[in-house]
């Protein structure tokens, strides 16, 4: 069953950063975003087994699949290769999958972060490619495919041994189109050549386009005075033919709202644009950052429970403004209890799930560094 991308909302709902209240799920604005994400006619949802430990697929059920009409939406989720040790555990998570989210198919069903190494040994070992051609035959899966964070060698590798793949989800945004890390743009070349449809995250690099220089966002402003920073990198992503859908993981109503202001409707890049968007880039490669998106994969088994993504973001900002004094600030606030980048005993955890394939403990170390001796 080929996929008609003439159906397909351009922004995607993504479930990996929902709010927070005291620690959990904040549920009441899930379900506010949901109706306002829903009455603008937007309809695809993406979470996976993995976000919110386990509690993203569960909200699922209570804000969208009790709420709504089944046959209103689209939802997707993902299988993780760090999960399954037999073959019985593909039918395992599935069933539990089904059960938190309270649905007996899923629309779109991914094998999670395919990348140079274990994983893909993983699903070819397991033979996940073609247990989900099983699910799709008996009904629990309506399309499949896989999210990637490798080499542009190895999607190449991967589509030749399965050309039954139906679409793939890929890192793209405007910083990381010519990143020789991400190799965004070659992936997406990749995959326009095969007609691949593609569903695109990280758009906004884990929110690192929508907070840039003063400098970058005045030629924004310039350009467009209504439009906000972040809706720049959306636009950019969703203007690229053969893209699916636009992944957003938004966080707040306040980004909902600006979002399905970009969508409703949505307005492709015009020529001087993306001109501009490319200049942006230019400038912006020029500035070392480091390359965290957020995903928050590192943070879940680390025994010293230090908070990698923010103390990157703390960096990334001193980085970008060396004479704010708000990164150490922040930093002081937000170890005030413990985990701080000093604590880091080097034990790698966090390395060997990094879809951005950072240095971390190197980088933590260089973290405390700069901020430890001075808080």
């Known amino acids: 069953m080929s ?40 309809n695809y949802f993406d979470t996976a087994y993995v976000y919110h430990g386990g509690k993203s697929e569960v909200e699922v059920r209570s804000a969208i ?7 209103s939406f689209y939802l997707a989720t993902k299988l993780p290769a760090w999960s399954i040790k037999k073959p019985e555990d593909r039918d395992r998570i599935l069933a539990e999958q089904m059960e938190r989210a ?7 069903y991914l094998l999670h972060s395919l990348e140079n190494g274990h994983h893909v040994s993983v699903y070819e070992d397991m033979d996940c490619f073609n247990w989900c051609l099983k699910k799709k035959e008996e009904g629990k899966i309506r399309h499949f495919g896989f999210s990637f964070h490798g080499t542009a060698e190895l999607l190449v590798e991967v589509l030749d041994r ?8 890929i890192q793209l945004n405007y910083l990381d189109w010519s990143n020789p890390v991400v190799d965004a743009g070659r992936i ?7 007609n691949i449809p593609m569903i695109i995250m990280e758009p906004v690099k884990g929110g690192r386009l929508a907070e840039v220089t003063p400098e970058i966002e005045a030629k924004f402003r310039a350009a467009n005075p209504e439009a906000s920073v972040a809706s720049w990198a959306l636009r950019f992503a969703a203007s690229l033919p053969g893209v699916m859908t636009v992944l957003s993981g938004m966080s707040n109503e306040e980004q909902m709202a600006d979002n399905l202001k970009t969508f409703s409707p949505f307005r492709p890049l015009s020529e001087e644009e993306m001109a501009l968007v490319k200049e942006v880039a230019a400038e912006m490669m020029n500035t070392p950052l480091i390359g965290c998106t957020a995903c928050r994969y590192c943070t879940d088994g680390c025994p010293m429970h230090i908070n990698i993504p923010e103390i990157f973001k703390a960096m990334n900002t001193m980085r970008l403004f060396p004479k704010e ?49 001075q808080n």
């Open 3 to 42: 996929i008609d991308l003439s159906k397909m909302s351009k922004l995607g709902f993504g479930l990996m950063r929902l709010p927070q209240l005291n620690g959990e799920i904040d549920h009441e604005q899930v379900c506010r975003m949901v109706d306002a994400y829903m009455a603008a006619g937007l």
């Open 188 to 194: 997406y070349s990749i995959l326009r050549q095969r």
């Open 325 to 373: 004094n708000r990164p150490h600030s922040f930093y002081a606030n937000m170890t005030a209890g413990g985990g701080k980048a000093g604590d880091c005993i080097g034990c790698g955890q966090c390395e060997g799930v990094c879809p951005q394939h950072l240095e971390i403990i190197q980088l933590l170390a260089q973290a405390s560094e700069l901020l430890d001796q």
């Open 65 to 71: 699949v009790e709420r709504y009409p089944r046959d």
């Open 102 to 108: 309270g649905v007996d198919y899923f629309d779109f």
């Open 162 to 169: 399965h050309p039954e793949v139906e679409f793939v989800q």
